[in-house]
């Protein structure tokens, strides 16, 4: 019965909330989380009401002096931060930390680099921990299957990731999670090359690594799944130094839409440059690798390029250009960017976790 006392328009008002209080709890989440765990982008999977759900966090954060107008500032402009432990500093974390970053013309601080956790930033772990709970939340079920995505080992780089990535395995699983690490490119196999049987070629462009994975009907071994310590960092990095610029000035510049076969300015002329030479060094890497590996496909595969730094117009076309140039133990059908690349990994994450 309705509330005579009450005015038209708060009656409607309270229909909204009865409405929308229902429609929350007929939401439904199945068991099962992917996670992808990016040096640039953080992005969690999971499959509500039958469709896939994504959240995203960016991997910054920004610290600015603990004041009441810093304090102000930050909540009018609705960005979320935490405090220091020592109560001194706030730490504003992901998009928010780059735009803060972005207008004093300084670099954001960010808990992964190179594609593992960051040896520089004594704050890491904590920030790690707090955007990743932040992201997957609590499990609905006990010991709730959660995939994450791990990077290789690199071939160009004297380090591993046995470190990085059990320390994230022992955050999920204080969660409450049954975690299992996948490689990022493989989870991309999974998302992926369903109407190609699960062969072929998955190259995940991240911020820190290019990661590579190999798959014959969706098996791959230890020595097909590989990273190049080299992406969308370095490349942001050096265009950075050739025009003057901070490495956070030119991420707002690639991310914002760069055609690499027609730039526009200086800045985006830099970036092309830094792309071919980023392409011709994975690409030589590619081939340096499956040289002595017998392969043996029975027809020619599909190549399928994922993460943000893949998102540069055209750079599918150059990929390819480069690529066929190479001399590579298997036949190349086509080269294609990932239907969604920023969440083909979470997304291959997810199936393996709902399979499980």
């Not at 068991?31 to 509500?48: E, Y």
């Not at 803060?100 to 920030?127: H, W």
Request: with cysteine.
């Amino acid at each position: 019965m309705e509330n005579l006392n009450e005015n038209p328009e708060q009656t409607s008002e309270r229909k909204k909330r009865t409405i929308a209080k229902d429609e929350i709890q007929t939401i439904e989440r199945t068991p099962g989380v992917g996670l992808d765990l990016g040096t640039m982008q953080l992005v969690s999977a999971t499959m509500i009401d039958s469709k896939t759900s994504y959240k995203t966090q960016r991997d910054a954060f920004y610290d600015v002096e603990n004041s009441i107008m810093s304090k102000n500032m930050l909540k009018n402009m609705k960005y979320a931060y935490i405090e220091s432990a020592d109560k001194k500093r706030l730490f504003v974390i992901g998009d928010a930390a780059l735009h803060l970053a972005s207008f004093f013309n300084d670099e954001c601080r960010r808990p992964f680099s190179k594609g593992v956790i960051s040896t520089r930033e004594k704050e890491a772990l904590s920030m790690i921990k707090t955007i990743m709970h932040g992201l997957v939340g609590d499990p609905i079920v006990e010991n709730e299957k959660l995939y994450f995505s791990s990077p290789a080992d690199p071939v160009d780089a004297q380090f591993n990731n046995i470190y990085h990535q059990n320390v994230l395995m022992s955050f999920l699983k204080s969660f409450g999670y049954d975690a299992v690490p996948i490689n990022e490119a493989f989870a991309i196999v999974w998302a992926e090359l369903e109407e190609e049987a699960y062969d072929g070629l998955a190259l995940s462009f991240g911020a820190g690594q290019c990661n590579a994975a190999l798959s014959l009907m969706g098996m791959s071994n230890t020595a097909q799944q590989f990273s190049i310590a080299r992406s969308g960092d370095w490349l942001d990095e050096q265009s950075a130094i050739s025009v003057g610029l901070k490495a956070s000035r030119i991420t707002m510049i690639k991310e914002a839409g760069v055609d690499l076969l027609a730039p526009k300015t200086r800045e985006e002329t830099a970036i092309k440059f830094y792309y071919e030479n980023l392409i011709t060094y994975v690409c030589n890497h590619l081939e340096k690798k499956f040289k002595d590996q017998e392969i043996n496909f029975a027809k020619p595969i599909t190549v399928v390029l994922s993460g943000g730094t893949s998102k540069a117009i055209n750079f599918d076309k150059l990929f390819e250009q480069e690529l066929r140039t190479k001399s590579l133990p298997f036949e190349i059908k086509n080269v294609k960017k990932a239907s969604d690349p920023l969440n083909a990994v979470a997304r291959g994450c997810l199936l393996n976790a709902l399979m499980s």
